[in-house]
T-cell receptor
Framework: TQLLEQSPQFLSIQEGENLTVYCNSS?????LQWYRQEPGEGPVLLVT?????EVKKLKRLTFQFGDARKDSSLHITAAQPGDTGLYLC???????????FGGGTRLMVKP | DAGVTQSPTHLIKTRGQQVTLRCSPK?????VSWYQQALGQGPQFIFQ???????QRGNFPDRFSGHQFPNYSSELNVNALLLGDSALYLC??????????FGSGTRLTVV
């Protein structure tokens, strides 16, 4: 059974602070994806990382895939209230394969 | 370009009843996956359909079944509903690669 553990589960910070969310597993994934989900909506894909050690940046968000492709992190610089939401990591063993999701990190950014 | 469309958006059923949820994939996507997301948790994979066949299945009982039509749309059927089946049911489509697009989901409440 592949399990993805996310930490922290909850995070409440002030606008302008930095934060990092972690996604860890004992299994190797061929790709790892990060999603953001708002209440009443489905997850929206933020990024896909496929190469060990890969770093991708999306404005103030930086995503990293571990060298061994077992873990990943999401770093947000200067968080804004619009970043509030549920952040989910999900791993796939192969292209087109099922996604195994972590439990999610619920982020609240206070103005 | 319409994304993934799910219907209905909300549904209330009684224990023991049967329910059918529907999904229209994003244009150009031929693979449809279904996920169950309980409140406060990450989505759990139910099954995936490709070329009208169930290609992968998660750890869900036979009460959960599905179908994919020639136009790639899909249905999820749940028989003998239990209170524990109350959840957000998400449909995701992909062109058989890493690019998953999720619908907004169907919120099922079993009373």
């Amino acid at each position: 059974t592949q399990l993805l553990e996310q930490s922290p589960q909850f995070l409440s910070i002030q606008e302008g602070e930095n934060l990092t969310v972690y996604c860890n597993s004992s299994s190797v994934f061929s790709s790892l994806q990060w999603y953001r989900q708002e209440p009443g909506e489905g997850p929206v894909l933020l990024v896909t990382v496929v190469t060990g050690g890969e770093v991708k940046k999306l404005k103030r968000l930086t995503f990293q895939f571990g060298d061994a492709r077992k873990d990943s992190s999401l770093h947000i610089t200067a968080a804004q209230p619009g970043d509030t939401g549920l952040y989910l990591c999900a791993g796939a063993r192969n292209a087109g394969n099922m996604l195994t999701f972590g439990g999610g990190t619920r982020l609240m950014v206070k103005p | 370009d319409a994304g993934v469309t799910q219907s209905p958006t909300h549904l209330i059923k009684t224990r023991g009843q049967q329910v059918t949820l529907r999904c229209s994939p994003k244009s150009g996507h031929d693979t449809v996956s279904w996920y169950q997301q309980a409140l406060g948790q990450g989505p759990q994979f139910i099954f995936q359909y490709y070329e009208e066949e169930e290609r992968q299945r998660g750890n869900f009982p036979d009460r959960f079944s599905g179908h994919q039509f020639p136009n790639y749309s899909s249905e999820l059927n749940v028989n003998a509903l239990l209170l524990g089946d109350s959840a957000l049911y998400l449909c995701a489509s992909s062109p058989d690669s890493y690019g998953y697009t999720f619908g907004s989901g169907t919120r099922l409440t079993v009373v």
